[in-house]
């Protein structure tokens, strides 16, 4: 959406230009690459450093202890890395990773610490729901020994912060929740420090969004009396603990939570989880003793003698028709 | 296509970076406006101006003569206008264009020479066949009068290259041909170079294409000995005089002329130019004469008398079977 666009546009300008910060971005598997790098020979001159090619890019930045070696590895799908770095048919996700990683030109001699930017899925990393797949068959995964000599790996593509290998390789995982799955992380990202020796310090520092994603349990009647917690204002899912289904029960949720996206019911999903042989069987119940135990549920009232007169009179003339459309 | 990305940032970083020149762009209504102005604040420090926003945006450059000042007026279209400038439902084209003319703030004092970058259809404009209107209904044009008091205005949309007042007013045209209705025309730019008093010196530079595109018309066969003239790699429709279908023409026309995109008969597009009364009648002709016609045209012989009774024992079974399938 041109919004993220416009946002995105907004945060760099304001880091590389306003408070003169050093910035070094690579494209994701949800970036369009090409336009994303769009105008970077003139983000470079301005400490804005973008990279969404193949062959990975190199930035050299210094600090108080010398220089500081970046390789950027942007995500790039298998078939543009076959044609460009005209490997034969890279077998898997890892080959591609290596053979692109070995493409790559560090900036020269004098550098004692590299640091790595990539797009990928680490093997032994834990993936969330709202991942897009990186590649069509296979895991898709790419092994941490890829990423061997570099003092840092910044990685990519994980929603969930994570550690790996000690925090050598860190997720710093998506800013936002994209799924109810996600509902229970902490969103945020890693600040990291390192010395002339290449020694990290790691520190998260959780991001608080304005709506807030959560999954929230409880009886209907206590969530209407507002037991949801939080603020009425987050995106909920609601579990419901009620054994029967609650007439227009979603409905009624968003008078009080606006933003509820989703119901579900415990004991439906007990059910689904029972085998077919466990559940319990209705099929040895007449059509009227359904209705009847229906209508009684939904109007917490047994059927009246005429009302069941008219209705086995329904359902024989229902019959009787064949019980066709 | 990621290709033109590319392409156009090659251009532009070589104009504004290596070679040093102001570079002023506007969006036009194929571009992602959005897109294209991601990073301008970058751009801007490196003499890249480029404006896709609804107020027109303002570059002031500097000559020997004093300060120029340019109003940067993209495409944007009406519904973005309406929400941007709380402007009552601007009723067209040129009622969109004076609103955002007027919200235009000119960089301030100093400056005698305006010129304007738009993004129109001027009144009295001269179409062709590949430009995408500008407005679901209405013809889209504006009047010239929007762009009184500027120097010169620069005009993006229409693919024709034309002058307008005098020269005042100039669309360079598309760059390339973008359908055969553009054959005939000159593709290129005007150099425009403008003294302290505002008066202009225009040239037009043509533009070569490496590949053509042309209308060619001639006979089968004389096309066939190599009469289509040019490069006989050019994208070219062929106009037959052949007075009947020639079989597998463009085929044929093909192994000589590759990139050979449409065929078309004169003799056709004279036959469809009359009125239905004036077309030869063949209602008249039975099914056996009709194709005696067509095989004599074929094989340039007439049917024997062989044939012919194949043929018509044929016609009686399919006659005989009802017609149907």
Chains 1, 2 share one sequence.
Not at 31 to 45: C, I, M, Q, V, Y
Not at 239 to 246: N, T
């Amino acid at each position: 959406p041109t919004e993220a666009v416009d946002l995105l546009d907004d945060i760099v300008a304001t880091l590389a230009l306003d408070l003169k910060v050093q910035v070094v971005m690579i494209a994701g598997n949800h970036d369009s690459g090409k336009r994303l790098a769009f105008g970077s020979r003139f983000f470079d001159r301005s400490r804005l450093h973008v990279c969404s090619a193949v062959v990975p890019g190199t930035v050299r930045l210094a600090d108080e202890w010398g220089p500081v070696d970046f390789m950027l590895l942007p995500y790039a799908d298998t078939e543009t890395v076959r044609l460009e770095l005209n490997a034969e048919n890279p077998t898997d996700a890892d080959a591609t990773i290596r053979r692109r990683r070995d493409a790559w030109m560090p900036p020269g001699a004098g550098g004692n610490r590299t640091v790595a930017l990539a797009h990928a899925f680490l093997a032994g990393g834990q993936p969330s729901e709202s991942e897009r797949p990186l590649s069509v068959g296979g895991t898709g995964a790419v092994a941490t020994g890829n990423f061997e000599g570099f003092q840092y790996a910044a990685m990519g593509h994980l929603h969930r912060p994570q550690l790996i290998d000690g925090g050598r390789l860190a997720y710093s995982g998506s800013l936002m929740k994209y799924s109810f799955d996600e509902a229970g992380q902490d969103k945020g990202f890693y600040f990291v420090d390192m010395d002339g020796a290449g020694t990290l310090r790691q520190e998260f520092l959780p991001l608080r969004p304005r709506r807030d994603v959560r999954v929230v349990t409880g009886r209907f009647q206590d969530l209407m009396a507002g037991a949801a917690g939080g603020s009425p204002d987050d995106y909920l899912s609601f579990v419901l603990l009620d054994e029967a289904p609650v007439i227009q029960a979603i409905q009624r949720l968003r008078t009080l939570y606006p933003k509820t996206m989703e119901i579900s019911y415990r004991y439906q999903q007990e059910a689904l989880a029972l085998a077919p042989a466990q559940r319990p069987d209705r099929s040895s119940r007449s059509a009227l003793e359904l209705f009847e135990s229906f209508a009684e549920w939904s109007t917490q009232k047994p059927l009246t003698p005429s009302q069941r007169e008219i209705m086995t009179k329904l359902l024989t003339d229902a019959v009787g028709d064949g019980g066709g459309e």
